[in-house]
């Protein structure tokens, strides 16, 4: 790790918006959260946590998780938060995997999935964020009426995505296989961050897909 990144990691532990730590810990930092009764949307594998804020910033009567276990990624989004004062956005440094260790079940109204990691080789489909195991993972998560969206320019993730949700029960409440540029304001698509400017600006397709 450079020292640049060592110098943000350690500055991630005096950040009130970024809960880590210990099991214990990280529990008694969610329990206000959970007390509170809101809608709790958690974006997965949120990397520097843009989109997570964004979202924030757009319905501050939900709270927003930002969840990755790469500290120094989360130091982004908290620093934004800070700056513009958003105080309804929060990052949690743990595995996706092991969210059942920290929400009860039925507690997550939304999950989401933006651009993450498609692990195209077939020997690194487990660990791909709409493998079996994680779609049951959110099931258990998500409120009655819960649901998940996944966002990604990986045309193979997309094809992977609708096939598993099919295989396993789920269904498909919305499904965009190119989500235009320019969308009105109140379509929550409208959210987009430098790295989806990036991947279109590459020529990349933006597939969209809300299931529950």
Known sequence: ?????????????????????????????????????KEIILELGCGNGAYAVALAERNQGNIYIGVDIQGERLWYGAKVAQEKKINNVYFLRVM?????????????????????????????EKKRLTHPKFLA??????????VAHLKTDNDGLFEYTLETITRTG???????????VNLPEKDILSVRTYFEDKHRAGGKTIHYLRFC
Do not use: H
């Open 137 to 146: 993972l959110y099931k258990n998560l998500l409120k009655s009426g819960g």
């Open 1 to 37: 790790m450079s020292r640049k990144k060592l110098i943000r990691f350690k500055e991630t532990k005096n950040m009130p918006c970024i809960i880590q730590g210990n099991e214990p810990t990280i529990i008694s930092g969610l329990a206000p959260i959970i007390a509170s009764k």
């Open 170 to 180: 789920g269904t498909v409440l919305e499904c965009r296989p190119r989500v235009p």
């Open 96 to 124: 996706v995997d092991s969210l059942e260790k920290y929400f009860p079940p039925r507690s997550i109204s939304e999950i989401w999935l933006t651009f993450p990691d498609p692990y195209p080789r077939d020997r690194q």
